[in-house]
């Protein structure tokens, strides 16, 4: 079965950078994009990008750009998503997920989260 | 980026009871393969979104009948026949469309 599993929590100082983990299994890694999707507290959800584990090609959220890096290590099927100069309002719970098939472009299997808190 | 308006943003109903949400986009929704992706995700407090209805009325695996999706266009429909307790939780459409998705902002479903 698909399962995508996360890095643990973070909390991080403003100005750091983290990197959260998404390890996928029961699929064939490299036939399915990686999307990064994130919740602030009690908020609603953001699309922050995705990247292709075929040939790592990536689309970033605009609002993101210059401050988040998508990458994936196709020998151990694990995407990363890096975000860099972290503020208070990164605060957020971070999500990997996929398409539930080929061509549907929705998100059926989701990561369990991961916890980033940023705070002097 | 295309804006995703549902309505109501908090639903109070009786359980057994149906249930219904709007979606509006800002724009047309069909691609030009001609699908329209437009998804619906129900969140349970404290778990990850889960996948409900894909290309406006597709059911996802394990999705029970009573949850359905319709629509076309700009205007779309999440409706559940009858409300139980385990549906408790935040719906959120989704496009994806035209990058980058967006989601709607959420609506509260609770059992009144």
């Known amino acids: 079965q698909v399962q995508l599993v996360q890095s643990g ?10 990197k959260v983990s998404c390890k996928a299994s029961g699929y064939t890694f490299t036939s399915y994009g990686i999307s990064w999707v994130r ?3 009690g908020q609603g959800l953001e699309w922050m990008g995705w990247i292709s584990a075929y040939n790592g090609n990536t689309n970033y959220a605009q609002k993101l750009q210059g401050r988040v890096t998508m990458t994936t290590d196709t020998s151990t099927s694990t995407a990363y998503m890096e975000l860099r100069s972290l503020r208070s309002d990164d605060t957020a719970v971070y999500y990997c997920a996929r398409a539930s098939a080929a061509g ?12 980033v808190t ?3 | 980026d295309i804006v995703m308006t549902q309505t109501p943003l908090s639903s109070p109903v009786t359980l057994g009871q149906p249930a219904s949400i709007s979606c509006r986009s800002s724009q047309s929704l069909v691609h030009s393969d001609g699908n ?9 407090p404290g778990q990850p979104p889960r996948l409900l209805i894909y290309k406006i009325s597709n059911r996802f695996s394990g999705v029970p009948d009573r949850f359905s999706g319709s629509g076309a266009g700009t205007d779309f429909t999440l409706k559940i026949s009858r409300v139980e307790a385990e549906d408790v939780g935040v719906y959120y459409c989704m496009q994806a469309t035209q990058f980058p998705q967006t989601f709607g902002q959420g609506t509260k479903v609770e059992i009144k």
Do not use: H, I, M
Not at chain 1, 9 to 18: D, N
Not at chain 2, 36 to 44: D, E, H, N
């Open chain 1, 104 to 115: 549907t472009r929705d998100f059926g299997y989701w990561g369990q989260g991961t916890l």
């Open chain 2, 36 to 44: 329209t992706y437009l998804s619906w995700l129900q969140q349970r």
């Open chain 1, 39 to 41: 919740q602030a507290p």
């Open chain 1, 9 to 18: 929590a973070e909390v991080k100082k403003p100005g750091a950078s983290v």
């Open chain 1, 118 to 120: 940023v705070s002097s």
